[in-house]
């Protein structure tokens, strides 16, 4: 049963690009979502994180979107590059669980020249 | 610059063998843990440990069991490993406090049980 649910899978992009993943989660003590990105035979390294404070937040390419009422937040790579092509990890950490982050399923993405 | 450091990247083990699987850490992170990491099913948390000497299982504990002696190091262990637990294996550490407090990961250790 998994807690935050990912999507897509696997995402093919041009390059130039938008790369968009979603999570949605159910949990209302989760009050931190962060995203990882992990480059093949890398472990995953944080990337770009949220609160539900803000709807939004930006880091140069990517941008995180969050809508508390609906539960969900999404991942967008703009200008999308062959660089970017990684697995991306979406996360939601509940303060009320020692802090533990809770994992989706991950979405591979890769980027075409 | 931080480091979580796994022992091994890749493992090739027999069925019943018992593994060791060891991770390092030198930033002086209170809390490590060990993640198993499958296709489709992202990071699923085996255990965790919050002190040297303390532990706590995750959501997937069964046949594994851990050990920390050390502050700096966490170990997994597979008492008698099967084919079900062919896997990629991340260990992270992570400092204590509410703040949005980044974990750091190993590199993995690729498992294949024969």
């Known amino acids: 049963q998994q807690q935050v649910k990912q999507s897509p899978q696997s995402l093919i992009v041009q390059k130039g690009g938008i790369s968009i993943i979603n999570c949605a989660y159910e949990?209302?003590?989760?009050?931190?979502f962060p995203w990882y990105q992990q480059f093949p035979g890398k472990g995953p390294a944080l990337l770009i994180a949220i609160r539900p404070d803000v709807s939004e937040k930006k880091e140069g390419r990517f941008t995180i979107s969050f809508n508390k009422s609906a539960k969900q937040f999404s991942l967008h790579i703009m200008d999308s590059q062959p660089g970017d092509s990684a697995t991306y990890f979406c996360a939601a950490r509940s303060g009320n669980a020692g802090n533990m982050l809770t994992f989706g399923g991950g979405t591979r993405l890769m980027v075409k020249p | 610059d931080v480091k979580v450091t796994q022992s091994s990247r890749y493992l090739v083990k027999r069925t019943g063998e018992k593994v060791f699987l060891e991770c390092v850490q030198d930033m002086d992170h209170e809390n490590m843990f060990w993640y198993r990491q499958d296709p489709g099913l992202g990071l699923r948390l085996i255990y965790f440990s919050y002190d040297v000497k303390m532990k706590e299982k995750g959501d997937i504990p069964e046949g594994y069991s851990v050990s920390r002696e050390k502050k700096e190091r966490f170990s997994l262990i597979l008492e008698s490993a099967s084919t079900n637990q062919t896997s990629m294996y991340l260990c992270a550490s992570r400092p204590t406090g509410t703040g949005n407090t980044e974990a750091f990961f190993g590199q993995g250790t690729r498992l294949t049980v024969v």
């Open positions: 949990n209302t003590a989760f009050d931190y």
